[in-house]
């Protein structure tokens, strides 16, 4: 049998990180960089989540035997101190073993005092709720880098976002204006331009007539003169950008509300409001999906083909995973923002969902250290839940979830949302 040095394990590590890079590499040649970035976040979100249970149980003096990337065959694994890490071919998440979570569990006497069932009560709730509180801590993070580094949109506010290309028009009227993407609408026609609205009703009913366009540049306000095109007479892409029997002005602006970011000391506690309504959000939704109404909505549109084309805009839909990255993919290939917001609200919806009382959830492990200690007759004689009395419960509990996974899955793949960002 040959022995494993410290640097073969590197070395080994080193090339699992190359191949890895490689198979990235020509995914986002051939598919974009979107779904490798998403598939990356989601990797990365799973791993946190356990680390929250890895660094707990380290820093209550539990064991930890094994902190693994994924789950099949091994890829590469090593041991330091007690612990072996390791990479698994199926990157769908990953897993910390702490010896002892259950009574039955057969431990050395030496250890037994490592165990998760030796622990106090206190540090038990800490390890188990580890990995959900991981989730909010990323959900506010990634609420602050958006509102710091992204900003929020600022309705009455509306900025030139790009300009449409026109068939046979080498520029369009608002470029041969003189207009800039970037510039702010201040006023069209001496209206002032407080919303999106606003701002397309002042151009479409004024077709061939010229008018007064006030924008804000750089600091320094600016008067153009524009006048806008009647769109029946203009193409786009083949089809002409209006119909009907009146004329309808168009300039070959992409309109959109500005975009302002915010100071890294205010959106703290602006963060904290966002995640704590999404957290009320998503606490709706969890209740919403196990609900009759909703089981019973699923179940027709898996028997009934037109029910579930009619629920392809209803994104409010229960989704699987494969759905969840779908429209994150989506998300990242409009904009970072929206993106960020998929992301803040799949991680307060599985830290939520992993606090649901019943095993194998860590909100089971949970609820069963709370009965054990309210039960403990003694100091030194804990009460010892016997597990096996739930099996009946967690087997229907876990039938349920892979019958709601199966359900979701088909409609994603069958029958898929509508990208809600065109």
Request: net charge positive; aromatic share 8%; glycine share 8%.
């Amino acid at each position: 049998m040959t022995k494993t040095t410290p640097n073969d394990s590197w070395t080994s590590l080193l090339g699992l990180l190359l191949g890895l890079a490689v198979v990235v590499t020509a995914l986002g040649t051939l598919v974009g960089w979107a779904l490798p970035l998403v598939f990356g976040c989601v990797v990365v979100i799973v791993m946190l989540h356990e680390f929250g249970h890895y660094i707990t149980a380290k820093r209550s003096g539990m064991l930890v035997t094994d902190f693994f990337v994924g789950f099949g065959p091994v890829l590469w694994s090593a041991t330091f101190g007690d612990t072996r890490y390791g990479v698994r071919a199926l990157l769908l998440g990953g897993y910390v073993k702490v010896p002892g979570m259950t009574w039955g569990e057969p431990m050395a006497p030496a250890l037994e005092a490592r165990t998760y069932r030796s622990a106090s009560f206190p540090r038990k709730v800490i390890f188990a709720s580890a990995g959900s509180f991981m989730h909010i801590l990323i959900a506010l993070t990634l609420a602050w880098a958006s509102l710091v580094f992204v900003g929020v949109p600022h309705p009455k506010q509306i900025v030139i976002g790009g300009f449409e290309v026109w068939q046979g028009y080498p520029t369009n009227v608002a470029q041969q204006a003189g207009l800039h993407v970037g510039d702010r609408l201040l006023s069209i026609d001496h209206v002032p331009i407080t919303s999106l609205d606003r701002a397309i009703a002042a151009i479409r009913t004024h077709a061939s007539v010229s008018l007064p366009v006030v924008v804000s540049r750089q600091g320094r306000e600016l008067t153009l003169q524009v006048t806008p095109v009647d769109g029946r007479t203009l193409r786009v892409g083949g089809q002409p950008l209006a119909t009907g029997n009146a004329p309808q002005g168009f300039i070959g602006v992409q309109l959109q509300p500005a975009i302002a970011g915010t100071g890294w000391a205010s959106a703290i506690p602006q963060s904290f409001t966002t995640v704590a309504r999404t957290i009320a959000q998503s606490a709706s939704a969890l209740v919403h999906v196990f609900s009759p109404s909703s089981v019973s909505s699923l179940a027709h549109q898996l028997t009934s083909p037109a029910a579930a084309n009619a629920q392809r805009n209803q994104v409010t839909r229960p989704m699987s995973i494969v759905g969840v990255v779908r429209i994150a993919d989506q998300a990242a290939t409009s904009n970072i923002a929206a993106l960020l917001l998929i992301l803040v609200n799949l991680n307060i919806f599985i830290g939520l969902f992993n606090m649901v009382p019943m095993l194998p959830l860590d909100g089971g492990y949970v609820a069963i250290a709370t009965y054990e200690r309210l039960r403990r007759r003694s100091r030194t004689e804990p009460y010892k839940a016997d597990i096996n009395k739930l099996a009946p419960v967690v087997y229907t509990f876990v039938a349920a979830l892979g019958l709601l996974f199966l359900s979701t899955l088909y409609l994603d793949v069958v029958h898929p949302l509508a990208n809600p960002f065109h």
